[in-house]
């Protein structure tokens, strides 16, 4: 139900300690893996099933260290990737375009994205595996477990310095992502999806949206504070406001309570270390670690939820809508306001304005959904059962470059993208204004696969022109910045011991949490349970949880 707070929650508490890394030196002396990698020490041996492995010149010389093709002679590779929402890759014009460049020939082969996480671990386990998984979306754990662990997924240490200008320069000129890419025995596995930091608009890119027509027929202005928020969503409930003759209007359109809770909970000075950190914060006064979901404010962000639920200002079926549904209402005209990366890019809709941030009753004006630039760390992985481990590294490197880039998100001039005068990239009609009434976002994956989300390159303003990149996006993020937290956490590192706490019993926790988001919010537990609910957490073990994240803290701090 909530993939991407999970997938968040995940990454923020699966984090292995890279303290040991920094303390080792170098890699293993050996491995079963066939890699060429590790800290400068060379892994393979010349009966390795994957010699070619191996850095020296007579081996690797069926690659080209620079320019295209990347081969001369063509060879072919399996690359496992999920299958939605964008066609088959094997024929879309942005991959179709690379391997012209590059001689190297992709046999794509596609799983559905609501199975991929299971579909990718039965192959692995199967032994019948990829030569590499693009957009896979594997944790920590997963890198560890098949990297160090198993030795399926090679190494890439030595590949990234000698096959990897663009990514070796953005792991010299971040120390902070190379930390976080670092595992226990000192090497790389995977290359990443990383945020621009500079991007604010994608650091904070679901962001909630108002009716600027609602609120012109209204003869409102834009609410910012709670207290204003609730008196604009009643007015839009009691108003025919599309007038269609009916007081059907959702004043806020949500989907989960994830974002809600997100969007408004720095309102009572919660969330105030980024997004990445659902559960801790640190105590304003106190200045120590906060579990938020047991602190007094939580409960009246809980409460205020609740009265938007019960006095039908948020849609009924938040836990059980549809996409399909969502976009349905959007298109009638339906929402006074809702929270989505762009709802012009998403459905159409010309008609919204970026929000304020909300006061709350303390005074507090946070906008806690700020993100790390490290997004997704397992986002691509090569496998041991790669003949060409080198150029499958030259492969992915040029998508943290430039050009690649360029052609990642914007696709091939002339044809999806045009530069203006000025230098400016803009999306052709093709995309724009597609013949068969497509919305924009679906009309990119059509030739682009950025879009699946869990990708391996960079986003930046420059490049991207997906929903925050777009101008209205960029205008609402100007809003939020002034608000955005002073210090934003990256995810933090656990030991193997913690992490096995923290992937069952913490775990129950927080699962336990978001029951109770659930049952608080829709009334079906009332708020005088209150007590009995931050007693359970207390008996599930919360105060080891706690221990647990503060050695997580200060490894952290002492790391930075």
């Avoid at 460049?101 to 559905?112: F, G, H, L, R, S």
């Avoid at 108002?210 to 207290?227: G, R, S, V, Y």
Wanted: hydrophobic share 35%.
């Amino acid at each position: 139900m909530r993939a991407n707070k999970l997938a968040m929650i995940l990454l923020a508490l699966i984090m292995v300690t890279v303290v040991a890394a920094c303390s080792k030196g170098g890699s293993p002396s050996s491995s079963n893996n066939g890699g060429s990698a590790g800290q400068g020490t060379e892994l393979g041996d010349e009966n390795s099933k994957n010699s070619k492995t191996n850095t020296n010149t007579e081996k690797t010389s069926y690659v080209n260290m620079e320019g295209f093709p990347i081969v001369n002679e063509t060879i072919q590779l399996k690359f496992l990737a999920p299958g939605t929402p964008t066609p088959d890759w094997n024929d879309v014009l942005v991959f179709n375009e690379y391997e012209k460049m590059t001689n190297m020939d992709i046999q794509w082969e596609m799983v559905a994205g609501d199975a991929l996480a299971e579909r990718r671990n039965l192959i692995l386990s199967s032994g019948n595996y990829p030569d590499a998984f693009h957009s896979a979306g594997f944790s920590v754990s997963d890198l560890i477990n098949y990297g160090q662990m198993q030795g399926i997924f090679i190494p890439l240490n030595d590949l990234i310095d000698k096959y990897a200008p663009n990514f070796k320069k953005l792991l010299d000129e971040n120390p902070d992502l190379k930390r976080g890419l670092t595992m226990p025995d000192g090497n790389i596995y995977s290359f990443p999806r990383v945020f621009d930091p500079n991007f604010t608009s994608v650091l904070a890119g679901w962001k909630l949206w108002i009716n600027n027509d609602f609120l012109k027929a209204l003869n409102m202005e834009e609410p910012d504070t709670l207290d204003k928020f609730y008196n604009y969503l009643k007015a839009v409930k009691s108003t025919d406001l599309n007038g269609d003759g009916q007081l059907n209007e959702v004043p806020l359109a949500v989907s989960d309570d994830y974002r809600i809770n997100i969007i408004l909970r720095g309102a009572f000075g919660l969330g105030n270390r980024g997004v990445m950190h659902y559960f801790v914060d640190m105590h304003p006064e106190k200045n120590e670690l906060r579990f938020i979901p047991t602190d007094p404010r939580y409960k009246e962000l809980l409460q205020y939820i609740h009265k938007l639920y019960a006095e039908g200002l948020i849609n009924e079926d938040l836990y059980t809508v549809t996409s399909e549904q969502t976009y349905a209402r959007a298109t009638e005209g339906l929402f006074g306001a809702v929270i989505v990366t762009n709802p012009r890019t998403s459905y159409n809709q010309e008609n919204f304005i970026g929000a304020q941030v909300m006061a709350g009753p303390y005074g507090d004006r946070l906008y806690a959904d700020v993100k790390s630039s490290l997004a997704n760390p397992g986002t691509f992985v090569i496998t041991d059962k790669n003949p060409y481990p080198e150029a499958t590294v030259r492969w992915i490197d040029y998508f943290y470059g430039e050009e690649g880039m360029k052609l990642f998100f914007m696709g091939v001039e002339g044809v999806t993208y045009e530069e203006k005068p000025d230098g400016t990239l803009v999306y052709t009609d093709l995309i724009e204004n597609d013949p068969n009434g497509l919305t924009r976002n679906d009309a990119i994956s059509k030739y682009m696969t950025w879009r699946n989300g869990a990708y391996p390159s960079i986003v930046n303003e420059k490049y991207f022109n997906g929903s925050e990149g777009q101008p209205d996006s960029i205008e609402a993020a100007k809003k939020l910045e002034p608000y955005f937290p002073k210090e934003v956490w990256a995810p933090f590192s656990f030991t193997l011991e913690e992490n096995e706490f923290m992937s069952t019993t913490g775990a129950d926790i927080q699962n336990y949490v978001e029951e109770m988001e659930a049952q608080f919010i829709t009334g079906r537990t009332s708020f005088d349970q209150w007590d009995n609910y931050v007693s359970t957490l207390e008996k599930m073990g919360l105060a080891k949880y706690m221990e647990i994240y503060n050695a997580a803290y200060k490894r952290y701090q002492q790391n930075l």
